[in-house]
């Protein structure tokens, strides 16, 4: 069974950092871009960081670039999305989910279309 499962979100005050993880089960997550996309209360899902699946190429949203960087752990399986300089405007559910549709293993985007497995989501909050 294929399998995204998010974990690292929790309650964290302005200025902190937290690291979110993306454990993926039942495939290899080296053979898929990683994307995190981001739902804040009454907002549409919004896509604020890829990685490739080969992790040559990084993408992230102008709200967070420069505060959030991902990586990979090819042993654990696992995707992280290592979050800064946190602001209350950052406190939304955060989603990771897979996608094998990219020709090319140093490419990713932003678009949720693209993505065909979704984690459950998790929870980040952040407090002025």
């Known amino acids: 069974e294929v399998q995204l499962v998010e974990s690292g979100g929790g309650l964290v005050q302005a200025g902190g950092s937290l690291r979110l993880s993306c454990a993926a089960s039942g495939f290899s997550s080296d053979d898929y871009a990683i994307g995190w996309f981001q739902q804040a209360p009454g907002k549409e899902r919004e896509g604020i960081s890829c990685i490739s699946s080969s992790g040559a190429m990084t993408e992230f949203a102008d709200s967070v670039k420069g505060r959030f960087t991902a990586s990979r752990d090819s042993a654990a399986n696992t995707v992280f999305l290592h979050m800064a300089s946190l602001q209350p405007e950052d406190t939304a559910v955060y989603f990771c989910?897979?996608?094998?549709?990219?020709?090319?293993?140093?490419?990713?985007?932003?678009?949720?279309?693209?993505?065909?497995?979704w984690g459950q989501g998790i929870q980040v909050t952040v407090s002025s």
């Open positions: 989910a897979a996608s094998a549709r990219y020709y090319s293993p140093a490419y990713c985007d932003l678009e949720s279309y693209e993505y065909d497995f």
